[in-house]
């Protein structure tokens, strides 16, 4: 069974409050964290960008068990702030970790789900058996306008998934999507931030899509939420992926554990694969996790997972750091520093 074989996750350590973002365009903090249900946000250093993160989030996943990476025949980074508009993201990564030649790479570009898209490809490519293992990652350095809504919650972040069937500590047992033309959020070559279609986002974009999604994965697979130890959502903030839970028919306590986007902000592409890091760090053998990722645009990915015993006796999960553990580890900014830090002073 095709499956994850390791996983690595990586975190700035950089935050700013929602308030502090509020304070400077004169906003309401209390409406602005009580509507979006985001209090804090990471924030890149000055050299960090989806590169270097896809990078950490490889090396900590290789950190965690030993593969030998001349057997990785693809890597595929999933993102929409690629550092290059003509230079290939997935290729430095390949090479940061010892793995090229590759037989094949390519940057995906999904809005928030280019990283699930990327192990969806990994999957066929494995099961295929075209190659031994391949990597998957979704990371982000997401932009939002000064002022706009997006600022309060777009984030950086990722995490990386290798994929094979040699022993995997999660086998994926099935995957399914569901797409259409929905422009709810694009930004167009050479513009530098973002636009979205407000209340447009939420449905008929976000809302259809997942739970049509969803609802598509438990048909084809015989399941029912009640099934699931765990469910992770896309979350562009924290009220669409627990209305959606909600809508559903699972619980809070199933979506918990990977709902991170209040203490983390939307890590676009790395929302829903740094969702999945989160319960594979205190994941048990034998439970059950669901999965559903969302990109504007628009378009859903749904995975149906079981951990496997190898979790307990093929990685050491303490090798590298936890999802928790990164989001523990901070440093506040302030607006003007944090400006700095996106890059949003230009001269």
């Given at each position: 069974m095709v499956g994850i074989i390791t996983y690595g996750a990586y975190i700035p350590r950089y935050r700013i409050k929602a308030e502090e973002i509020a304070r400077v365009w004169g906003a309401n903090a209390?409406?602005?964290?009580?509507?979006?249900?985001?209090?804090e946000k990471s924030v890149p250093d000055y050299d960090e960008n989806t590169a270097t993160f896809a990078v950490e989030a490889a090396r900590f996943a290789l950190a965690r068990r030993e593969v030998n990476t001349e057997e990785i025949g693809a890597v595929y980074v999933g993102s929409e702030s690629h550092p290059y508009a003509v230079k290939?993201?997935?290729?430095?990564?390949?090479?940061?970790?010892?793995?090229?030649?590759?037989?094949?790479?390519?940057?995906?570009e999904f809005a928030c789900k280019a990283g699930t898209a990327g192990i969806q490809t990994a999957m066929g490519l494995v099961s295929s058996k075209m190659m031994k293992y391949a990597v998957a990652i979704g990371?982000?350095?997401?932009?939002?306008?000064?002022?706009?809504?997006l600022e309060y919650t777009a984030a950086a972040g990722g995490a990386a998934y290798i994929i094979g069937e040699d022993d995997p500590i999660a086998e994926i047992n099935d995957t399914c999507s569901y797409?259409?033309?929905?422009?709810?959020?694009?930004?167009?070559?050479g513009e530098l931030y973002p636009r979205h279609g407000g209340r447009f986002s939420g449905d008929p974009g976000y809302f259809k899509h997942v739970t049509t999604t969803a609802k598509l994965m438990m048909e084809k697979v015989g399941t029912k939420p009640s099934d699931y130890d765990y469910a992770v959502f896309h979350q562009p903030n924290a009220k669409f992926p627990q209305k959606a839970a909600k809508m559903l028919g699972f619980t809070?306590?199933?979506?918990?554990?990977?709902?991170l986007v209040p203490r983390l902000g939307?890590?676009?592409?790395?929302?829903?694969?740094?969702?999945?890091?989160?319960v594979l760090d205190i994941a048990k053998p034998d439970d059950r996790?669901?999965?559903?990722?969302?990109?504007?645009?628009?378009?859903?990915d749904a995975f149906d997972i079981t951990v496997t015993d190898a979790i307990i006796n093929k990685i050491d999960r303490a090798c590298a750091p936890s999802v928790e553990q990164m989001l523990e580890k901070k440093k506040y900014l302030d607006y003007a520093v944090y400006a700095r830090h996106k890059g949003k002073i230009r001269m």
């Open positions: 209390a409406d602005i964290t009580g509507g979006l249900g985001v209090f290939p993201t997935s290729v430095t990564v390949g090479e940061a970790i010892g793995a090229t030649p590759l037989m094949t790479a390519a940057d995906y990371a982000d350095t997401a932009q939002g306008a000064p002022g706009d809504a797409t259409s033309d929905t422009p709810d959020f694009w930004r167009r070559e809070q306590e199933q979506i918990k554990a990977g709902l939307n890590t676009y592409s790395g929302a829903v694969p740094l969702g999945l890091a989160a996790i669901f999965v559903t990722s969302y990109g504007s645009g628009a378009g859903s």
